[in-house]
């Protein structure tokens, strides 16, 4: 079943402006990862954060992990064109076990 | 360094034919996943192996479907006899299970059509 679920479905931005994605679970986790998706590509992970992190950077990339409402937001600063991707949060219950993905947020960045 | 490789990485058959995808992680890594992805129920865990034995088969849908790893470097997919409502992104991920709080490396998937 679907752990994950990312608010919102679809986002359009204008090259430059600032695009934040929103995930929310449902179990205690042991990490919580994001990662992107080109079209027709498999996934690549961007960021991982463990469940006593509060918050990372990574470049443009800034998450934020909030385990008391069990929510997760990833902040991409100064889009650009190439950023344009679907881009999922997936979580891991235990070490080393598979991840529940949630079904993503496609993101259209405009030039 | 060589990523996860899937093969083909598309397939048309028709239904009630066998349907075989293969994978081959990347080397090192002990732990490996088999994922589909649709667009009603977005990506799902099929199966998962740990130093070559299957540890979570919960995701495989029915007896159609089987999962082999006889080695670390290969693992295989089978469908038989495949339906239309298999046709989907079928992916397979690797990781390194020693070490947590490790990613995992996806392949670019196989997509599978059947008529």
């Known amino acids: 079943s679907q752990q994950g679920e990312e608010d919102p479905q679809a986002l359009s931005i204008q090259e430059g402006e600032n695009a934040t994605m929103n995930c929310s679970y449902k179990?205690?986790?042991?990490?919580l990862q994001w990662y992107r998706q080109n079209s027709g590509r498999g996934l690549v992970h961007l960021i991982l954060?463990?469940?006593?992190?509060r918050e990372k950077h990574s470049g443009r990339l800034r998450v934020t992990l909030d385990t008391s409402k069990k929510s997760s937001s990833l902040l991409i600063t100064a889009s650009r064109a190439a950023d344009t991707a679907s881009y999922f949060c997936?979580?891991?219950?235990?070490?080393?076990?598979?991840?529940?993905f949630g079904k993503g947020t496609t993101l259209s960045v405009s030039s | 360094d060589a990523g996860v490789i899937q093969s083909p990485r598309h397939e048309v058959t028709e239904m009630g034919q066998e349907v075989t995808l293969r994978c081959k992680p990347i080397?090192?890594?002990?732990?490996l996943f088999w994922y589909r992805q649709t667009m009603m129920r977005g990506l799902e865990l099929l199966i998962y192996?740990?130093?070559?034995?299957?540890?979570?088969d919960s995701g495989m849908p029915e007896d159609r479907f089987s999962a082999k790893m006889p080695n670390a470097s290969f693992s295989t997919l089978k469908i038989q006899p495949s339906e239309p409502r298999d046709s989907a992104v079928y992916f397979c991920?690797?990781?390194?299970?020693?070490?947590?709080?490790?990613?995992?490396?996806f392949g670019d998937g196989t997509r599978l059509s059947i008529l």
């Open positions: 991920a690797s990781s390194p299970k020693d070490r947590e709080d490790q990613p995992q490396h």
């Open positions: 179990t205690s986790i042991n990490n």
């Open positions: 954060i463990r469940s006593n992190e």
């Open positions: 997936a979580t891991e219950r235990q070490a080393g076990t598979a991840l529940i």
């Open positions: 080397s090192g890594h002990n732990s």
């Open positions: 192996f740990n130093n070559n034995v299957p540890i979570d």
